[in-house]
């Protein structure tokens, strides 16, 4: 079984790698936001699916790194692979700085904490307008690299899962899973629970910022509501909820799936398409909160790096 | 910004803040009573509050009626929008880990603003029915607000008699304090989650049609009375029903005096980075509700 | 260790609000011993408990574990010291199989660690569930995974909170068995525990707590017919 997962994950690596030949530019751009928003799942899944920390504010680390990647790309003239990688790294940063104080916090004024934190970090970047164009955003100078993101992007989503892989099948991950399952067992058992919820939190903050100043060089023009939407954090989670969180391939799974249908099928019809939208979310939080691979995992005993 | 700052000035700026912090409170009440009897994070709070706005403003383009009386209106209407939702969807996340409220009710906010943008569209609405001011010497009070204030009080005074005096409210209060203890001293239980749904929301609708007098109105109108009702409550501690009503007022003057030394902008973000210092510092709230 | 305990309590107080759980409390524990903790329910036992390895902050009093102040540590820190617990609501983790309830810990090394943890189920008679999700095992069965994961963790002083709550003779007397083990191997166990006959016929030294305050203690005899004990369970 697993010889075959192997294999079909090498074809499949190969197949996304000369995808760009023979693509159109929509394809392209396609398969780039795809990836995104497995990279984006995936780090949710990180610290939400493994302490059951729910960060409902995510994208505040993804607004981070766009903003922190395009001024270096606008203002400073960097290129914005190493712009990106910053990015990622102010991410970091900021989950640093919030991480300790509202890592204390229980369940759901964690989760009311961080949703605050992307307003607060919303109507900052609007504020130093010096800094930032303010509520006008950030202009990039036109640059079409969308081969080059797409392997980038592509690059990200592979780091993450792959780190998801490792974590989950080590005992580090054994261990944040103790932190959600009862955390002061945990505690009693020798887990020291705030370090390690702080590892778990710091990781799932790079790739959102990284991914962010990807994002920002793709669209070329960022503002404060397009990076730092409540949305954005919502369709992480429930791709990596749908696909089934704590495992590795839940998120990679929840967010093609749904990434796929929203824009073969709804985009077309804007508001239909956000209301349909809302009705799975419903559906998945009444009916199948475990996720796919949850619900299968359970079922028939299957491995959780599945 | 002005360099002077006159007592007048801040006398305004204290009463605007007290006119503003009444309509925090009553909407922020209904909240906190999902929160304290299920435990049910509601991000639909302010869309119910935005379906009660329009409620008004249908009310008054096609009666022509006093904007005021629409009340009798919105607020049973939103009663009953909330006997709905809870008996259908939100009965089912009670009790369960917060994500699961917060994206169900996430769920139902977003497919009903987007229902309500198919339905009103996006454009701008208004009530134009009470413009002018009151004027008390240096200090002029918006008509519409000082009404407002004064028909939320009333509300939120009742509210507070329903909850000290009738046996439905009583039950309330003792199902979120205790609900198993609640159950097993005969109180049907899923019952009042439902009743409270429904008042909680007839909150919110009266909120939004208060608010319709004053603001223009939009089907996205509601996230920020969403966001402004969690910080009240945060404010005054989960579950401490009075903390709401303190809180909101706080909420109210911290908003005014900020508009006074800061820019717009900056005083928007008070209110987000409060929720954050509030949480960080103080999470059972500044009066202290239960440490959940 | 200076004086030969391998735990103390001196004066030791805790506070919630205005209820005093533990009043000024003292203990002292010898290596290698069965102690046994009584008193009516809410007597404080508990949180006497939690005072030691961490789970509540006494307000008064020092904590001692082999000579060194243990009071103010983080729980997980208490732990590593070598004083493990269990707990009177089973607290298993549930979506981890069994065996990685073992296994996340330790520090060993993987494979050190697995054996080891094959071994203990073995101990326990939960071999052949390792791979089940402590979740779905019974409730007897959950009470000896938690057993099990106490022993892995290889402490010095345990700490056992009701172990006998709603257990089977039969499970019982194989968990009073694992218990005397221990001791022979020269650990100390602490017990709280209501059934009297248990804790009678382990323990070697008694406590007894009533309101906060400890009472009397001794060996089982004495105890059982002290007058203040009496009182305290039964009246006047």
Not at chain 1, 89 to 114: E, H, S, T
Not at chain 2, 191 to 213: D, E, K, W
Request: proline share 3%; net charge positive; aromatic share 10%.
């Amino acid at each position: 079984m697993r010889k075959v997962l192997l294999a079909a994950l090498v074809i499949g690596s190969i197949l996304l790698a000369l995808y760009p030949m023979v693509a159109t530019g929509y394809g392209i751009r396609f398969m780039l936001q795809l990836f995104m928003w497995v990279a984006l799942a995936q780090s949710w899944n990180l610290i939400s699916g493994l302490t059951g920390y729910v960060s409902f504010g995510h994208v505040a680390f993804f607004g981070t790194g766009a903003y922190t990647a395009a001024i270096l790309v606008a203002t400073h003239g960097w290129h914005w692979a190493p712009a990106s990688f910053t990015g990622g790294i102010a991410g970091v940063v900021l989950a640093l700085i919030i991480g300790y104080p509202c890592l204390r916090l229980k369940g759901p004024y964690f989760a009311i904490a961080m949703l605050g934190l992307n307003e607060v970090m919303r109507v900052l970047v609007s504020y130093f307008e010096g800094l930032t164009g303010g509520g006008l955003g950030i202009s990039l100078p036109i640059l079409y690299a969308s081969i080059q993101i797409y392997y980038a992007m592509g690059l990200a989503a592979i780091a993450v899962t792959a780190t998801a892989y490792l974590i989950i099948s080590s005992r580090f991950g054994l261990r944040l899973m103790t932190i959600r399952e009862d955390e002061i067992a945990a505690e009693a058992m020798g887990v020291d629970t705030a370090r390690y919820k702080l590892y778990a939190f710091l990781l799932s903050a790079f790739i959102p910022g990284v991914v962010g100043g990807l994002h920002a060089r793709d669209q070329g023009y960022i503002e404060p509501l397009s990076v730092f939407p409540l949305l954005t954090t919502i369709t992480m989670i429930v791709m990596a909820l749908f696909g089934g969180k704590g495992t590795v391939w839940g998120p990679v799974l929840g967010a093609t799936m749904l990434f796929v249908f929203q824009e073969l099928v709804w985009a077309r019809f804007l508001y239909l398409h956000q209301i349909l939208f809302g009705a799975i979310i419903v559906f998945v939080v009444l009916l199948m909160p475990r996720g796919i691979l949850g619900v299968l995992q359970q079922r028939y005993h299957l491995s959780r790096s599945l | 910004m002005s360099i002077f700052i006159t007592p007048a000035m801040v006398g305004q700026v204290v009463i605007s803040g007290l006119l503003a912090g009444a309509l925090y409170s009553m909407v922020a009440l209904g909240l906190a009573l999902i929160f304290g009897v299920m435990r049910v994070i509601n991000i639909a709070h302010g869309t119910i509050l935005m379906l009660g706005a329009y409620t008004t403003f249908w009310w008054f383009q096609l009666l022509g009626i006093n904007p005021y009386l629409s009340l009798l209106a919105s607020m049973p209407l939103m009663f009953l929008l909330g006997l709905l939702l809870q008996y259908t969807m939100v009965t089912r996340v009670v009790d369960a880990p917060e994500l699961s409220s917060l994206l169900l009710t996430f769920g139902i906010s977003i497919a009903l603003v987007n229902l309500a943008q198919l339905a009103f569209t996006s454009d701008l609405r208004s009530v134009e029915f009470l413009t002018g001011a009151f004027v008390l010497g240096p200090i002029a009070l918006s008509k519409s607000r000082l009404i407002s204030f004064a028909v939320a009080v009333a509300i939120t005074l009742l509210a507070f008699w329903f909850l000290q005096k009738t046996k439905l409210g009583k039950a309330i209060r003792a199902t979120s304090q205790n609900s198993e203890v609640a159950m097993v001293c005969g109180i049907n239980v899923p019952r009042i989650r439902l009743y409270t749904f429904g008042i909680a929301s007839a909150l919110a609708g009266a909120g939004g049609s208060l608010v319709a007098v004053i603001f223009a109105i939009q089907p996205e109108m509601g996230q920020v009375y969403t966001f402004k009702s969690f910080l009240v409550i945060i404010l005054g501690g989960a579950g401490n029903y009075p903390g709401a009503l303190l809180g909101g007022m706080l909420l109210g003057l911290v908003e005014q005096l900020s508009s006074l030394f800061l820019t717009t902008q900056l005083s928007e973000a008070v209110a987000y980075v409060l929720l954050v210092l509030v949480l960080l510092l103080r999470p059972t709230g500044l009066l202290g509700g239960r440490a959940r | 260790m200076q004086n030969g305990h391998l735990l103390e309590l001196r004066q030791v107080t805790k506070r919630f609000g205005g209820v005093t759980a533990v009043n000024c409390c003292s203990f002292e524990l010898a290596p290698g011993k069965i102690y046994g903790l009584i008193g009516p329910n809410g007597s404080g036992k508990t949180t006497l408990f939690n005072c030691i390895t961490g789970l509540e902050v006494r307000e008064e009093g020092e904590i001692r574990f082999k000579g060194e102040r243990i009071d103010g540590l983080k729980p997980h820190q208490v732990a590593h010291r070598g004083i493990g617990r269990t707990f009177q609501i089973i607290r298993v983790f549930p979506e981890l199989t069994a065996l990685e309830n073992l296994l996340v810990v330790t520090w060993q090394p993987f494979d050190a660690a697995q054996d080891r943890a094959q071994e203990l189920l073995r101990f326990v008679t939960l071999d052949r569930l390792q791979n089940e999700y402590a979740g779905n095992l019974s409730y007897g069965q959950q009470k000896l995974l938690e057993f099990a994961r106490i022993l892995m963790t290889d402490p010095e002083l345990i700490l056992l909170d009701e172990p006998a709550a709603g257990v089977n003779r039969t499970l019982l007397n194989e968990l009073l068995q694992a218990i005397r083990n221990l001791r022979a191997r020269g650990k100390t166990v602490f017990i709280v525990e209501h059934d009297m006959k248990v804790i009678m016929d382990l323990s070697e030294r008694i406590f007894v707590l009533n309101y906060g305050e400890k009472i009397a203690e001794g060996p089982p005899g004495l105890v059982q017919s002290d007058e203040r004990v009496i009182e305290a369970y039964f009246g006047r």
